[in-house]
């Protein structure tokens, strides 16, 4: 089944409501969940990376799990304060199927996004420019024969590969999944997925293209079916995009952004357009300090200093977020 619209919110809509009412059912190790298989998802304007939903709207551990990738990480301490559930997949502190390091560090060190670049600058129609993700070895277990309900199985990248393709002067994505959650995960794949799009696009001096999702088995948990029909029923939300990536090449950015994400964890107060005077780049930054900052005076400090109004909002989403979440243990 194929969905297609200009923002996340657009194409969420359409993509829960088949959901909802698929009759086929499939039990994961995560529970039960309703199925479809065979689903490609276009979103024609991929800066419309963000629900504007009060229930989809998850920027902050978003913009976390893309850090993350960044960082080249896959130790749990950096990833847990943006999102727990990570815990769960955790062994002695590392989550085996983090993107980070195949991303960036794949068998011998190879930097697959570098290495991407200098393939479509040298050829810019290629078909090769691939990235890939999950690894022949991730399914190559010493499988026990049990057939214990509660055994896990360690958890391997639900993404296959990154594909760009450069056409016309535009860079387009297409994700390749073996699986995804449509509740939980979908809307993190987009985020991420999208911002490394425009981040390629930029070093290559390029136009952002379409983002092109595809997934072998697309499913909703039962445990968040409700949560996905309230989505529904709040409709369609305007199409607002994140503003451009500015210019130039963002990986030049990256080592300063994590120093900065390391600073704002460790407690500092920092004025954010004294770091990065782009105010793409501060306001960015300034997100990293909301996902931080407890204190409510400075969070109102820091609404009122986005250059982009369209972060405002989750500010104060974040805000009843907090209201409604229990004391952590």
């Not at 290495?115 to 277990?141: G, H, M, Y």
């Not at 360690?154 to 535009?170: A, D, N, V």
Request: hydrophobic residues 35%; glycine residues 6%; negative net charge.
């Amino acid at each position: 089944m194929e969905f297609t619209g200009e923002s996340l919110d657009e194409v969420l809509i359409d993509l829960y409501q088949a959901l909802l009412g698929s009759k086929d059912r499939n039990v994961g190790t995560r529970g039960s969940n309703m199925e479809m298989l065979g689903t490609a998802l276009c979103i024609t304007k991929p800066r419309s990376r963000l629900s504007r939903s009060e229930n989809r709207g998850k920027l902050f551990s978003a913009l976390g799990e893309l850090l993350w990738y960044l960082a080249g990480s896959d130790k749990l301490e950096f990833i847990e304060p943006y999102i727990r559930a990570y815990r769960k997949e955790a062994i002695e502190g590392v989550v085996p199927g983090a993107y980070g390091p195949r991303l960036f560090s794949m068998r011998n060190n190879l930097d697959q996004i570098a290495n991407v670049t200098k393939l479509l600058r040298w050829k810019p129609s290629s078909r090769r420019a691939v990235i890939q993700l999950f690894n022949a070895e991730d399914i190559a277990l010493d499988y026990p024969e049990t057939d214990d309900p509660s055994f896990v199985y360690p958890e391997t990248p639900c993404t296959i590969s990154l594909q760009f393709h450069l056409r016309e002067g535009r860079l387009h994505l297409s994700a390749n999944l073996r699986s995804n959650d449509a509740f939980r995960g979908l809307p993190h794949d987009v985020f991420c997925f999208t911002m490394l799009q425009e981040m390629v696009a930029r070093r290559l001096g390029a136009d952002l293209g379409n983002y092109l999702h595809y997934v072998g088995s697309m499913h909703l948990y039962d445990d968040t079916a409700e949560e996905a029909r309230h989505y529904v029923e709040e409709g369609h939300q305007k199409v607002v995009e994140m503003p451009p990536m500015p210019e130039g090449d963002p990986f030049a950015l990256v080592d300063t952004l994590l120093a900065v994400e390391k600073r704002i964890r460790n407690g500092e107060r920092l004025v954010a357009s004294d770091l990065l005077s782009d105010p793409y780049w501060a306001d960015i930054v300034r997100l990293i300090q909301v996902h931080w900052e407890r204190d409510e005076h400075r969070l109102n400090e820091l609404k009122g200093e986005f250059a982009h109004p369209m972060y405002r909002m989750f500010i104060d989403g974040r805000r009843e977020m907090r209201k409604r979440a229990p004391t952590p243990r």
